[in-house]
């Protein structure tokens, strides 16, 4: 029958950007997708419509990113219109199927695209991202057991961030953690996202999405580093973010970079006023050879290296299986006596539980 939900849900897909601009006016669209902040019209970018059909699902159908919520465009009738009968969402549906289809005006001329993976893409994401406060990055991050989250204005949170598997496949969207890769002036020139599942936090993959490469950066990233603080006489570079913010946890008053890899790591700039410089290695070949190489860079240069081993593969291993007061007590023995006083932080002093 002509008339079924089903054949509704297939002609209003037929239809579904003049669907979205009429029942998600405060959205907009970006690319194959129309964007808006969820499917009761509220602005933002959370959810996000298929407007034409692909291998990864039809037009018309949707995704919520913030919540998980999905559905079709008949769900999009019901919910922007408030109906609670759905013979009301069916007269609605058949209205809006007969009358025409209105002629869209010229999209307002926007800024020239940035060249993909270049630093100005990587700054536009990251302006276009917010806060991580309250959102699923935050979420991630304490799964991760790193909850004293001060001075990590360089870590944002973007609901629908590309990704594309490979050359021959669709663009999808996930959310992702998003963090800016600054020079030692702090600009941006680059950007590491890190793609979220929003479904939960499955343990083989502590809440990365369940895609093949949940990590990926972009910009002029040699020699730079995402950081925590600025560094004065005295800082720590390691690898990985999480690796660095799990010091921060015992050491937050105590400028830190992640390099985000081995190579960049050891090649990673020093700042002109550094007299001091802790080396947080990953236990791998890849960290042995990047902390050595650094210990010679920072000879070279007059600065003293000390390095900071992980009882497990990475601090953050250590944060997670040893506990707070564990890794505290195993990097406290490591530092120069005048820096524990400086920089390592007790629960009382710091007021957290």
């Given at each position: ?213 949940p990590r990926r950066a972009m910009g002029d990233l040699l020699s730079h580093a995402v950081r925590f603080g600025s560094a004065d006489d005295v800082m720590a570079a390691g690898e990985g973010i999480e690796t660095m913010l799990s010091l921060r946890c015992v050491l937050p008053h ?100």
């Open positions: 029958m002509s008339g079924t939900p089903h054949d509704l849900a297939r002609r209003l897909a037929s239809q579904a950007e003049a669907v979205c601009r009429r029942y998600l006016s405060n959205g907009r669209r970006a690319g194959r997708f129309w964007l808006v902040g969820d499917v009761r019209n509220t602005p933002g970018r959370s959810m996000f419509v298929r407007l034409t059909a692909s291998a990864k699902g039809g037009a018309g159908k949707w995704t919520d990113a913030a919540t998980g919520e999905h559905g079709d465009l008949l769900d999009v009738i019901r919910e922007a219109s408030g109906f609670t009968a759905f013979k009301d969402v069916i007269a609605e549906a058949r209205a809006f199927l007969r009358s025409p289809t209105p002629d869209y005006e010229p999209a307002p001329r926007q800024a020239s695209p940035a060249p993909n993976g270049s630093p100005e893409a990587a700054r536009r994401l990251f302006a276009m991202s917010k806060p991580i406060s309250g959102t699923l990055a935050e979420a991630y991050l304490r799964n991760r057991g790193i909850r004293d989250l001060r001075g990590t204005g360089s870590l944002r949170f973007h609901p629908c961030c590309y990704y594309l598997p490979d050359e021959a496949s669709e663009t999808e969207i996930w959310p992702a953690l998003i963090a800016a890769v600054t020079d030692l002036d702090g600009r941006i020139v680059g950007v590491q996202r890190t793609w979220l599942d929003p479904e939960g936090f499955d343990v083989r993959r502590l809440g990365k999405a369940p895609i093949e490469t105590l400028p830190m970079a992640a390099a985000l890899s081995a190579a960049h790591f050891a090649a990673i700039r020093f700042p002109k006023t550094l007299r001091r410089l802790y080396i947080a290695r990953d236990d791998d070949d890849a960290g042995n050879v990047a902390a050595a190489t650094l210990i010679g860079r920072a000879a070279d240069a007059g600065i003293e290296a000390i390095v900071l081993s992980p009882t497990s593969g990475d601090f953050n291993e250590d944060l997670r299986w040893l506990g707070l007061d564990n890794l505290r007590a195993a990097v406290r023995v490591q530092m120069a006596p005048q820096d524990v006083a400086r920089f390592v932080e007790y629960r009382a002093q710091a007021g957290l539980p």
